[in-house]
């Protein structure tokens, strides 16, 4: 049976509120979230009901705990089908977090099964699924710019062009997500500032004044990150980013530049630290949707 081969693109959260807790225990969240063109690619070959999952990054399980694996079940179970899938995942966005690999992953998998089992579903239809899955798994149901509400799945797309360079800073990783919010919560919790994604979003402040609550926390966690996090600032503000910020809970971060050369000179400062970039670009939500699915051949 052929394969077909889909695009699974990384994102960063361009800023990110801590609102509150919520009554599960999450926290809740406005985040706004913007797609790269990072990307992994999924290969998926339909199988008469296994499910298989392999990839070529060592840190990525080859087995029914990743999360793109649980989807695949999950969508079997949705579609009532006993017809399996094998997936294989070709890894570059990284294992260090904050980008949300796995989640699109997952993501990528729900959607391109909607689409070969001709199901129809669409974000409407598999939102639900995709919820249960994780809290940054939604959001890659949408793409390109938009606010996430609540655990950060509540998402609002949003008409928001974005053109600026991007030069993303895979993170070392060693960063839990579940730790970086208990520190949080250790440290004071949410401050109760008026929101900058808001004011951004009326045109009343820039890009660069928005914060990522958690960077404290998580650099806290991680000396490590911390030196990397002063190392990335320096470099950005050398070179006159628009915006430096953590993605997520880290432990990636992103510097945005208004030229190609001025992104071009951080990077180099960057490499020469011995610190890992790549450059990328913002991806639409039309292209997210066109760009989805690579042709077959
Ligand atoms: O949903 P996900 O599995 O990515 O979340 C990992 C952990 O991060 C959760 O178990 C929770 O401790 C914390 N979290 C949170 N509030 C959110 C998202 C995650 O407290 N909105």
């Given at each position: 049976m052929s394969?077909r081969?889909?695009?699974?693109?990384?994102?960063?959260?361009?800023?990110?509120?801590?609102?509150?807790?919520?009554?599960?225990?999450?926290?809740?969240?406005?985040?706004?979230?913007?797609?790269?063109?990072?990307?992994?690619?999924?290969?998926i070959?339909p199988?008469?009901?296994?499910?298989?999952?392999?990839?070529?990054?060592?840190?990525?399980?080859?087995?029914?705990?990743?999360?793109?694996?649980?989807?695949?079940?999950?969508m079997q179970?949705l579609a009532g089908r006993?017809s399996?899938v094998?997936?294989?995942?070709?890894?570059?966005?990284?294992?260090?977090?904050?980008?949300?690999?796995?989640?699109?992953?997952?993501?990528?998998?729900l959607r391109a099964l909607d689409l070969i089992w001709g199901l129809g579903l669409g974000?409407?239809g598999l939102?639900?699924?995709?919820?249960?899955?994780?809290?940054?798994?939604?959001?890659?149901?949408?793409?390109?710019?938009?606010?996430?509400?609540?655990?950060?799945?509540?998402?609002?797309?949003?008409?928001?062009?974005?053109?600026?360079?991007?030069?993303?800073?895979?993170?070392?990783?060693?960063?839990?997500?579940?730790?970086?919010?208990?520190?949080?919560?250790?440290?004071?919790?949410?401050?109760?500032?008026?929101?900058?994604?808001?004011?951004?979003?009326?045109?009343?402040?820039?890009?660069?004044?928005?914060?990522?609550?958690?960077?404290?926390?998580?650099?806290?966690?991680?000396?490590?990150?911390?030196?990397?996090?002063?190392?990335?600032?320096?470099?950005?503000?050398?070179?006159?980013?628009?915006?430096?910020?953590?993605?997520?809970?880290?432990?990636?971060?992103?510097?945005?530049?208004?030229?190609?050369?001025?992104?071009?000179?951080?990077?180099?400062?960057?490499?020469?630290?011995?610190?890992?970039?790549?450059?990328?670009?913002?991806?639409?939500?039309?292209?997210?949707?066109?760009?989805f699915e690579?042709?077959?051949?």
């Amino acid at each position: 049976m052929s394969t077909r081969r889909f695009r699974s693109f990384a994102k960063i959260n361009l800023g990110l509120e801590v609102i509150g807790k919520l009554p599960n225990g999450y926290h809740e969240l406005k985040t706004l979230f913007a797609t790269t063109t990072l990307h992994d690619t999924i290969d998926i070959t339909p199988t008469r009901g296994a499910i298989s999952i392999r990839s070529d990054h060592p840190g990525v399980p080859g087995d029914e705990t990743n999360l793109a694996h649980r989807a695949a079940v999950a969508m079997q179970r949705l579609a009532g089908r006993r017809s399996g899938v094998a997936l294989v995942i070709h890894k570059r966005i990284g294992v260090g977090g904050g980008l949300g690999g796995g989640s699109s992953n997952a993501a990528t998998v729900l959607r391109a099964l909607d689409l070969i089992w001709g199901l129809g579903l669409g974000p409407k239809g598999l939102i639900e699924t995709a919820k249960s899955l994780g809290a940054d798994v939604p959001y890659f149901l949408f793409g390109g710019p938009a606010l996430g509400l609540g655990r950060g799945d509540d998402i609002r797309p949003l008409d928001l062009r974005l053109d600026q360079k991007v030069l993303l800073v895979p993170g070392p990783g060693g960063v839990s997500t579940a730790r970086v919010f208990k520190r949080f919560g250790e440290d004071g919790g949410p401050s109760g500032a008026p929101s900058r994604i808001d004011s951004f979003l009326r045109r009343s402040l820039s890009l660069g004044t928005l914060r990522n609550d958690l960077e404290r926390a998580a650099t806290e966690e991680s000396p490590a990150l911390s030196e990397i996090a002063r190392r990335i600032r320096r470099a950005g503000r050398g070179a006159g980013a628009v915006q430096a910020a953590m993605s997520g809970s880290g432990s990636s971060f992103f510097l945005l530049f208004h030229d190609a050369a001025s992104r071009a000179a951080a990077g180099a400062e960057l490499r020469d630290a011995s610190i890992p970039v790549v450059r990328c670009s913002f991806v639409s939500r039309r292209s997210y949707v066109n760009r989805f699915e690579i042709t077959r051949s």
